[in-house]
């Protein structure tokens, strides 16, 4: 045994890319500026850090890839003893898939649709001449036995399309482990999941890097998640190293204010409101299918929001929370039920509703992106509302636009710009100011923290509380996410299959006891707490013996 | 497997229903011509009892539709007609021209389809570098040439110049296959060379779409070489826009290869229409409108049916 026994060590690396901006003369920017990590074998570090700060591009750079027009340009990867970046196009080859694996963040795209999942799995192993065909088959199916994928002896014949989102995560963290190798880059394996599977691939991810004895880097914007599987944790920001330390350390003694910050990032205050006085919007006995078909997708819905409250609606992925958001706008009329605003019924359909009922409901979405129109500036994004249903124009319209930048903490400054020169925290507050335009009772905000990294999304749930104490307006808050559920609501309805399961003031929705729906759903949702996972899982078990 | 065959069965009879629409288009098309049978036949001196008498012998005084409804009866039981100008069956005449032009469009395409897919694949693994700015400059010189001068120059060239094969490409029914290829190996190289850039060019594209894909990254990171990255990961992705294009130049060489065949005089169905679009021969012209139809019906139904049967979310369904 040599007395070193470090398997990667990252020495001042420095990675550029060249960027076009818009309006403005192509450039170099920096995105990893001087970074060093060392890992043993057998360890896992945790990377994490918003989006730009170079996390995965160091992951990526340990394997000397580099995605799009991202370079290289100095420092050393010693992996194995071997300088990476100076191994050359053979030495590559031979290290890729064979000492170093990747776990994308999504599986669904990272899995070749025309090819059956086991000839994937295996393939590099049987490239590399780690196994045979035979072998490295039989590998796989015993992988796929611990990672308790169900079928495991068959699954592999399946196309990606045929088994769950996941299950596909973890046949990829199969198809890493097939070819044993050294060092395993996970990059935000369980971030595209619902949090009640998230959990089920986070524990098969940490017991086949325990059994196997891989080093895994492990990057991730959630900390709560990277807690439960690495050994150290390192920050990162803006391509930089903020801190570096043992697990325990970071989340407990943070040394650094942004670390500070990231680990205490959920906490806002929020007093619940009593509901009081009519609703504004109540949904009752909804039913609807889509195209008219015989599967409902909601199923008996009913729930009332109060003026200037918040509603949240949470639930899994395909729970329906966002056709509850159609048929409330009109856009899929329900087969039955009824959706009255103040009192009134409207018109299930869109085209029968009146311009003042459209204004009354605004809608802000999860892509901020492709919800503005990115040939427009934000003043006309901002002022069209106005024109629209107030025929605000003129000196009045800029005016009006100039407080509404004012209102979501945007100088004037950013009217004259595109979408595509702002941020995405930037781009969501216009979002916001668009639907505040015109000065509607209810917002129905369809997942709009999602896409966003947590400081950021943050900034945007403290603007919306600020905003709704102004306005005095209601707001339908659409989310998977149970923390910021906890931080903004006043009600709250959980939605499973179609249905609402659990409905009611947020203090008693989160007060036991619990349906078990919802209890799956709170004790799924990872905390800042090492050995969270562990008795999550077990408790589960537990609970299911029981049963 | 269902669903599959729902599908496939849903464009075949879309197919049909379109070639009978084209069946009416045709005959309307043909009818409001100017110009007539007779009068061409007889010439400018003709009496004009004469006139009457032969377009009433040629039944062109019967109205429209029921003149449509015996073409159609006769094309549902493999009658054609016959020519006016000739006399002759339509159905025999077109028998041994269409086989001529099939097996000239079938050595052009079994050379330029492999070549322009391989062509492309390469194009890809070397994109943006000379391999790939040769092969788009030589495709692109060569589809820019109209097909005329592409015939002269490789009549030029390699029939005066080396005399490897031969100008004139007529075939007679005694010739060997080898007779044959080497004839038609002229006309065959002009349409490949004017097929090629379209094909390449497009299987290009469709790759390098498909090569941004989180997948084919997948492919790279497992240590592929850049080769096996396109061809087994990359290609497969891209079959249905590649087939597509692929169809409508195999559509094409049936089709379009009117200038081709008489430059190198070369008896084929394009020939054949020309030839009885001057004489004002309303029967033939329509049914040589009418298969050409049916073959860019054919293959682009073939197109159709090779883009669901290479999907695997159409093959096995959850």
């Known amino acids: 045994m040599p007395e070193d026994s470090s ?18 003369a192509p450039h170099d920017i920096t995105i990893v500026d001087g970074v060093s990590l060392k890992l043993k074998k057998g360890k896992v570090l945790g990377l994490i850090g918003e989006s730009g700060a170079g996390k995965s591009t160091i992951g990526l750079a340990s394997m000397a890839y580099g995605r799009g027009g991202v370079r290289i340009t100095g420092g050393e990867v010693v992996l194995n003893g071997r300088d990476v970046l100076k191994a050359g196009k053979q030495g590559l080859r031979s290290l890729r898939g064979k000492e170093v694996r990747y776990v994308a963040q999504s599986a669904a795209a990272a899995f070749n649709p025309a090819h059956r999942l086991m000839d994937q799995v295996v393939e590099a192993a049987v490239v590399h001449g780690v196994a045979n065909r035979a072998e490295a088959e039989r590998r796989a199916k015993n992988l796929f036995r611990k990672l308790s994928l169900p079928d495991p002896d068959n699954i592999g014949k399946r196309y990606p399309h045929q088994v769950s989102g996941g299950q596909l995560q973890r046949v990829m963290t199969v198809m890493a482990l097939c070819s044993e190798p050294d060092l395993i880059i996970f990059d935000e394996p369980t971030t595209a999941l619902d949090v009640t599977t998230q959990i089920d691939v986070l524990a098969a991810i940490k017991d086949a890097i325990r059994d196997t004895g891989v080093a895994a880097l492990y990057i991730t914007h959630d900390l709560a998640v990277v807690a439960q599987v690495s050994d150290e944790i390192m920050v990162l920001r803006h391509g930089k190293l903020v801190e570096w330390g043992r697990t325990q350390q970071i989340i407990k003694e943070p040394r650094k204010e942004y670390t500070n910050q990231l680990v205490s990032v959920h ?57 509850l958001a159609r048929a409330i706008t009109g856009l899929l009329p329900p087969k039955q039920g009824s959706v009255e605003f103040a009192g009134r019924m409207l018109p299930g359909r869109l085209a029968e509703r009146t311009r003042d009922d ?33 025929g605000i124009r003129g000196k009045e319209r800029d005016q009006r636009v100039d407080e509404l930048l004012e209102k979501i903490e945007m100088g004037h400054g950013f009217k004259d710009r595109y979408p595509a020169e702002l941020s995405g925290g930037q781009k969501q507050r216009v979002c916001i100011a668009r639907a505040l335009a015109a000065k509607p009772s209810l917002i129905i905000c369809d997942e709009v923290t999602s896409a966003l990294d947590p400081l950021v999304a943050n900034g945007i749930l403290r603007l919306l509380l600020e905003l709704q104490a102004e306005e005095d307006v209601a707001y339908l808050f659409i ?31 989160l007060t036991p006891p619990f349906d078990d729906y919802t209890d799956l759903l709170l004790s799924s949702v990872p905390e800042m707490e090492i050995g969270w996972l562990e008795k999550a899982i077990s408790s589960r078990r537990m609970e299911s013996a029981g049963n | 497997m269902g669903m599959v065959t729902r599908l496939v069965a849903q464009r075949l009879a879309l197919g049909l229903l379109l070639l009978f629409a084209v069946s009416i288009l045709i005959f309307a098309g043909t ?49 054609l007609g016959t020519s006016l100008s000739s006399g002759a069956s339509i159905s025999e005449q077109i028998a041994s021209r269409l086989a001529n032009t099939l097996f000239l469009a079938s050595v052009a395409a079994i050379v330029s ?14 994109r943006n570098r000379w391999p790939d700015k040769m092969i788009s400059g030589i495709t692109l010189a060569s589809i820019s040439l109209p097909e005329f001068f592409i015939g ?116 084929g169905m394009g020939q054949y229409l020309v030839d ?17 139809a049916a073959f860019y019906i054919g293959l682009n139904l073939v197109a159709d049916i090779v883009a669901i049967l290479t999907n695997p979310r159409l093959r096995h369904p959850k």
């Open chain 2, 31 to 79: 009818q409001i011509l100017p110009g007539d049978v007779a009068q061409s036949i007889l010439g400018q001196s003709a009496t004009p009892e004469a006139l009457a008498n032969l377009r009433k012998e040629m039944g062109l005084n019967e109205p429209a539709l029921s003149r449509y409804l015996d073409w159609l009866g006769g094309l549902l039981t493999g009658d």
């Open chain 2, 276 to 292: 009885h679009v001057a004489k004002r021969d309303v029967p033939v012209v329509q049914a040589c409108g009418l298969i050409f």
């Open chain 2, 113 to 126: 389809v492999p070549l322009a897919i391989m062509l492309g694949l390469i194009a890809v693994r070397y």
């Open chain 1, 267 to 323: 906490e806002i205050e929020h007093r619940e409101k009593e509901p009081s006085g009519q609703p504004v919007l109540s949904v009752k006995n909804v039913t609807a299918a889509y195209g008219g078909g015989p599967i409902d997708v909601l199923k008996d819905v009913s729930v009332d929001i109060h003026p200037g409250q918040t509603l949240a609606v949470v639930g899994e992925s395909g729970s329906g929370k966002s056709t």
């Open chain 1, 479 to 509: 989310t998977h996410d149970l923390a910021t559920v906890k931080s903004i609501a006043d009600s709250i309805a959980v939605m499973y299959q179609g249905s609402v399961v659990r409905y009611g003031s947020k203090s008693k929705v």
């Open chain 2, 152 to 267: 002269y120059l490789l009549i030029f060239f390699v029939a005066v110049k080396l005399a490897w094969f031969p100008s004139i490409a007529t075939v007679y029914e005694s010739m060997s296959f080898w007779e044959r290829l080497s004839t038609v190996a002229l006309p065959a190289a002009t349409l490949t060379l004017v097929v090629l850039a379209h094909m390449m060019r497009m299987t290009r594209a469709a790759i390098l779409n498909v090569m941004q894909s989180a997948y084919v990254e997948t492919a790279e990171l497992k240590g592929l070489t850049a080769f096996d990255v396109i061809r087994k990961h990359a290609f497969p992705n891209a079959i249905a826009p590649i087939v597509n294009v692929v169809m409508l130049n195999l559509a094409f060489l049936v089709v379009g290869v009117v200038v081709v065949e008489v430059i190198f005089v070369y008896p």
């Open chain 1, 7 to 24: 398997l990667l060590e990252i020495r001042d690396l420095r990675i550029e890319a060249t960027v076009y901006p818009p309006g403005e």
């Open chain 1, 358 to 390: 459209l204004r009354e409901l605004q809608m802000i979405y999860q892509m901020a992106d492709v919800a503005m129109n990115p040939r427009q500036t934000v003043g006309t994004i901002i002022g069209r509302p106005l024109e629209f249903y107030f």
